[in-house]
Nanobody
Framework: VQLQASGGGLVQAGGSLRLSCAAS????????LAWFRQAPGQEREFVAA????????DYTDSVKGRFTISRDNNKKAAYLQMNALKPEDTAVYYC?????????????????WGQGTLVTVSS
């Protein structure tokens, strides 16, 4: 599965962005899809995940109530709506797919990764 993330950019604190992740293969629809992020000098961290059918979601505490993950399997796409952005949300955001559906927050559980899209939140 090839993934391509897009939608990053520069936004002021309190603003919104919507990230998109486009997949190349139908197996995307059978995979758990997650977003991770990596800030400069920090390790990659889990942000959110959505189950293969879209019925279950998981969020790290710092983004709960501000970010929403969703997917459209017909379009082979997933999204991360980010509202009330904070400077500490600044990072490169990656989408990742787990065909095994392990439902783990570890990046090791995800076999396929997009190239990343940079989100910069200014104060």
């Amino acid at each position: 599965v090839q993934l391509q993330a897009s939608g990053g950019g520069l936004v002021q604190a309190g603003g919104s962005l919507r990230l998109s992740c486009a997949a190349s293969e139908r197996t995307f629809s059978e995979s758990t899809l997650a977003w991770f992020r990596q800030a400069p000098g920090q390790e990659r961290e889990f942000v959110a995940a959505v189950s293969w059918n879209g019925r279950s979601t998981d969020y790290t505490d710092s983004v709960k109530g501000r970010f929403t993950i969703s997917r459209d399997n017909n379009k082979k796409a997933a999204y991360l709506q980010m509202n009330a952005l904070k400077p500490e949300d600044t990072a490169v955001y990656y989408c990742a797919a787990d065909p095994q559906r392990t439902w783990l927050r570890s990046s090791d559980a995800y076999d396929y990764w997009g190239q990343g899209t940079l989100v910069t939140v200014s104060s």
